[in-house]
C-alpha cells in the first residue's frame, strides 16, 4: 500500500494542552507520525511518498474563506502581542446565540473554536496546509485505480467543520477528500470513522446531505469528548436524513463488542454503494490509550483491517487520533496490513 506524508506535518508542535485543570504538553505530538513511518518503513507497507503542492481550491470546497484566512493569519497577530506562547482561545460564545466576528484576537480565537485542547504555533498553517495535500494526494491515486492508500494525515481532521477548529484538528481531511472523489464524478461517498472519538466536524458538515453517508464508532459522547454530539438518535437532516449513522459504545468496550458495531456500519455503507469509502482511521480506541477508554489490543487492529476489506471498495485511510505512542505504528500498520491480506 502507497503512503502519502510531508515532512511539514511535523512542523506543528504545540507546547501544551489544557487538560483536566493543568497545561499538559501535548497528547498530538510530531512523534506520533514519525512513529508511524518508522514502522511502515521497518515493516515495508509500501512506497511513502510526498503530496503533490495544491492551490486551496479543494480546502474551500469544504472550509469558509473567512475561516482559511484566520487559520493563515492568526499566528502573526499573535506573536506580535505574545511572542513566547502559542495562541490558545479562551472565551467562547453563548449557547444558541447568532454571533458577530469579534476584531480582537481573543474573541475570533473562540469564535471559531470549540476547545483549549488545540493550540496554534508558528508552523501550523505549513503543517495543516500539508496536510490536506496529503488527503488530496492519496484521495487522487485512489481515483486513478489504487485498491487502498493510506494518507499520514497529521494534524488530524475529524473535530474541525467548515469554520470551527478543535480537538487537534484544523482542517478536515476526510471531509476534503470525500468532496474531492464528488468533484471528480463519483456519485456516492462513504466515511467510516473509527477513531475512539465521535467525528463531530465531519457530522456537522455531512448531515443535512445524501451524497455521503457518514458512519462512526466511538465512544458515548454521555461521557466521552466531544459531548455534544455523536448520539445515536443524530441520523442526518432534512435530504440527509437516514445518512448519518452513529455506534456509541460504551467506556471499556472490547473487540467482541466493538466488531457487532463494524458489522453494523459495514452493512449500512454496503446498502448505500458507495463508489469509494474513506476511513478515519484512529487507533486511540487501543487499550493502553492515554486519553480512552476502550480495550482493543494490537492484534485486534489486524482483525478490523481484514473486516473492512470484506467491504470491496477502493479505500482510503486517513489518519485521524491514537496517543498511546509506543504502539501507535504497530497498531496503524496492523490495520493497513490486515486490510491488505485481506485482498
Ligand atoms: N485535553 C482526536 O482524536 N481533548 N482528537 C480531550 C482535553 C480532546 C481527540 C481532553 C480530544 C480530541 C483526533
Ligand atoms: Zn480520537
Known sequence: MLTVFSTDQLRHAGRGELHRGQLLPCFESPKRAQLI??????????????????????????????????????????????????????????????????????????????????????????????????????????LEGQRSVFGLTRPPGHHATSDVFGGYCFFNNAAIAAQAFLDDGAERVAILDIDYHHGNGTQIIFEDRNDVLVVSIHADPAEAYPYFMGYANETGVASGKGFTLNLPLPEGTDWRRYQRALETALAAISRFAPEHLIVSLGVDTFAGDPISRFQLNSNDFSIMGRQIAQAGLPTLFLMEGGYAVDDIGCNVMNVLTGFEEAL
Open 37 to 142: 513511518l518508522d514502522e511502515l518503513e521497518s515493516r515495508n507497507l509500501g512506497e511513502i511518498i510526498a503530496p503533490e503542492p495544491r492551490g486551496l481550491e479543494a480546502v474551500l470546497r469544504i472550509h469558509d474563506a473567512a475561516y482559511v484566512d484566520f487559520l493563515q493569519t492568526v499566528f502573526d497577530r499573535w506573536h506580535e502581542i505574545h511572542p513566547d506562547s502559542d495562541a490558545i482561545p479562551h472565551t467562547w460564545n453563548l449557547r444558541g446565540t447568532q454571533s458577530t466576528l469579534p476584531q480582537n484576537i481573543y474573541g475570533q480565537l473562540g469564535y471559531y473554536s470549540c476547545d483549549a485542547s488545540t493550540p496554534i504555533m508558528a508552523d501550523t498553517w505549513p503543517a495543516i496546509k500539508a496536510s490536506a495535500d496529503t488527503a488530496l494526494t492519496a484521495q487522487r491515486l485512489v
